[in-house]
């Protein structure tokens, strides 16, 4: 039966997509003196990478929405790192958002609202969390989004 | 009464100024698991965002005082997260810091200096902190520099 | 007398270097609330710094190496904060990496690859990790691959 995190989640459209596995000798989840930490996680919906550069190649809307998928997935992580039940989530602590843009993009905090937004939509006061939004010169394959989080669980 | 720490930053010239709020569903600091996670904070001068691309439109010093203006709004957060009593400030961990510049600037480390020298200035060995700098594509509204950190509160 | 993660170093060819020492006010790592915090370490090999800007002047396999050298830069930290003794070294919990690289270079996760198969082959499951592998714009004197990390020791 789905927690009262997932069931927020399914109202907003939300359903988590499998916690998608490391393709290389990392893992996508550490937990270490009391807190998660999640290995970045790039924008891809439907297991498709969303791919784009802000400033150049996509809109700012697209870049939040890569954003946000950067979110679900890194909850869908937070879910595996607490054994299936999301509700042991207390708090999310940190977010580090790279930007895949030109040298002259100045929207980074609008494009990474949309995982910010995001969470704290689906989590409230808890999804509220510190947070740095940068350009990145380019990210893996392309993506438009790259986002690693900290995590404390209950 | 000001505390020890805000004497010694009133000898150097230096008022905090007041903790900037977030323009967003995020916040400026968050504690957890011991350590205080401030959000990165960019180069700011009297409400007046400090802007500039180093290897370009801004000189080593310029970029130096640009980061010293980072760390002192990393401060001003700390001082919000410790209640109003910097003095509570144990260690200044780590600082992970942003220098918007060209793809071919290669003095990201005297830039970041312009924190470094001031924290360890300002607060003796408590100031002293591990570090990363590297240079961003770009920067929220084309700052010149973001820099974010972990601090131990007593 | 060499440890066994020192001795297993040796069966792969690698001898740590000294820890190099920061060249400002900033510290190699700062031990808090449980964990080891260690600053960015550059790409370098006996003493000098490897340069190269992935997608132009370097090829995929030494952008590897030089982050598989970072990673070597980043144990000699781990063992000065353990006091000489690797073997305290209880799990590499988080790397960041930040890859020199053109704006359409999309080979990130092979370059850190570098970095995260030596640490498993070195140091077993405690070695692998949670991280992020990105592009910076540019990073310190033009070298290939800057990487931070986060250990816990026992």
Do not use: W
């Amino acid at each position: 039966m789905p927690g009262e995190i997932e069931r927020r989640l399914a109202e907003l459209g939300v359903t988590l997509p499998a916690a998608a596995a490391p393709a290389a000798n990392y893992v996508s989840y550490v937990e270490a003196a009391g807190l998660v930490y999640v290995s970045g996680q790039v924008s891809m919906a439907n297991g498709e990478l969303v791919k784009g550069k802000l400033g150049d190649t996509m809109e700012l809307a697209e870049g939040a929405a890569a954003a946000r998928l950067c979110a679900i997935a890194l909850l869908s992580q937070v879910k595996a790192a607490a054994g299936g039940d999301l509700d042991r989530l207390k708090r999310v602590v940190k977010l580090t958002a790279f930007v895949n843009s030109t040298p002259d993009f100045g929207d980074q905090p609008a494009v990474v609202n949309g995982a910010s937004d995001f969470l704290v939509e689906a989590l409230g006061d808890k999804g509220r969390h510190a947070r740095s939004a940068v350009s990145a010169a380019s990210l893996p394959f392309g993506v438009a989004v790259e986002i690693e989080g900290i995590f404390e669980l209950a």
